[in-house]
């Protein structure tokens, strides 16, 4: 799994992607409002939506890993 040490760099590394994540909605909504190009909002959608998935994707691949040695265990 990793020492606690290990995991709470990993947990700051998926706050700063939740954060940049949570920027990128709020300037998408602000571009909208000021009447930006539709081409500026949908790359910032763009942006957004792949911070939400590379968010998901290191959650996935550290939190919820099946470490090697278990998975021998397991069968």
Same mark, same amino acid.
């Given at each position: 799994?990793?020492?606690?040490?290990?995991?709470?760099?990993?947990?700051?590394?998926? !706050?700063?992607?939740?954060?940049?994540?949570?920027? #990128? =909605?709020?300037? *998408? +909504?602000?571009? /909208?409002?000021?009447? %930006?190009?539709?081409? !500026?909002?949908?790359?910032?959608?763009?942006?957004? #939506? =792949?911070?939400? *998935? +590379?968010?998901? /994707?290191?959650?996935? %691949?550290?939190?919820?890993?099946?470490?090697?040695?278990?998975?021998?265990? #397991?069968?």
């Amino acid at each position: 799994m990793g020492s606690e040490a290990e995991l709470g760099q990993v947990e700051k590394v998926l !706050l700063y992607i939740s954060e940049a994540r949570e920027r #990128a =909605s709020r300037v *998408a +909504d602000e571009l /909208r409002r000021s009447g %930006a190009p539709d081409h !500026l909002i949908a790359a910032v959608k763009g942006a957004e #939506a =792949s911070l939400e *998935a +590379d968010h998901r /994707r290191l959650l996935q %691949a550290t939190f919820f890993a099946v470490a090697d040695d278990q998975e021998r265990l #397991a069968v």
